[in-house]
């Protein structure tokens, strides 16, 4: 069965560091987003992708972050300069279609640590 | 906007116990409703689905209904085993992104 994979599984990086986050959605599908978890907290959305360019992001996603689909098949997620606050679990999503019936596969998620 | 409320965690169950956990939701729209699973140390798997009033859906014993009437999509499921112990998250479908819930962690003791 065709699966969201991303990678690293866990990132450990440095205040002020850039880092990337990578995903591959499945194959077929058209549309891609990121959320993210802190911990004990709930998913949140933070940004959705169509078309190469974004269609909707949240509040939280603001000038830090940027998401690209540098070719065929990879998505990511960079945040420039890191802070602390973004110690979370990123999830990778795709789906063939992004009405309000239609389903979000989810990746396994990326841990980032910032320390 | 759209949110979900689901009830607070965390839920202790001894094994083949009968398990409900609710959850209510605001929306704007005929969104599709959810129910995802994250299992320790895992991302998350999508568990159930329903796109519609009166629609139920189920997955491995799990089952939910989509009551339109009273705004709410609990999570069933008749008899518990070890191996559900995760964390239960009800969402809802909308245009571009899911809103999650706050999740609800199951612990089924043998």
């Known amino acids: 069965e065709p699966e969201v994979t991303q990678t690293p599984s866990h990132q450990v990086t440095q205040m002020g560091q850039e880092v990337i986050l990578r995903c591959v959605p499945i194959s077929n599908h058209l549309y891609f987003y990121w959320y993210r978890q802190i911990l004990g907290q709930k998913v949140e959305f933070l940004v959705s992708f169509y078309n190469n360019e974004i269609s909707e992001k949240s509040e939280i996603f603001d000038d830090q972050f940027s998401v690209e689909r540098p070719d065929g098949s990879n998505f990511t997620l960079k945040i420039r300069s890191t802070k602390l606050e973004d110690s979370a679990m990123y999830f990778c999503?795709?789906?063939?279609?992004?009405?309000?019936?239609?389903?979000?596969?989810f990746g396994p998620g990326t841990r980032l640590t910032v320390l | 906007g759209n949110s979900v409320t689901q009830m607070e965690g965390p839920v202790t169950l001894s094994e083949e116990a009968f398990l409900t956990i609710n959850c209510t939701y605001t929306?704007?729209?005929?969104?599709?409703l959810f129910w995802y699973v994250q299992y320790p140390g895992e991302g998350l798997q999508l568990l159930l689905k329903?796109?519609?009033?009166?629609d139920k859906g189920s997955n491995k014993g799990f089952e939910a209904t989509y009551r339109k009437e009273t705004t709410s999509f609990h999570l069933e499921k008749g008899s518990v085993q070890v191996s559900d112990s995760a964390v239960y998250f009800c969402?809802?479908?909308?245009?571009?992104?899911?809103?999650f819930g706050t999740g609800t962690k199951l612990q089924v003791i043998p």
């Open positions: 329903a796109t519609k009033a009166d």
């Open positions: 929306a704007t729209g005929y969104p599709s």
């Open positions: 999503a795709s789906s063939d279609a992004s009405g309000y019936t239609d389903t979000q596969y």
């Open positions: 969402a809802l479908g909308g245009y571009q992104k899911v809103t």
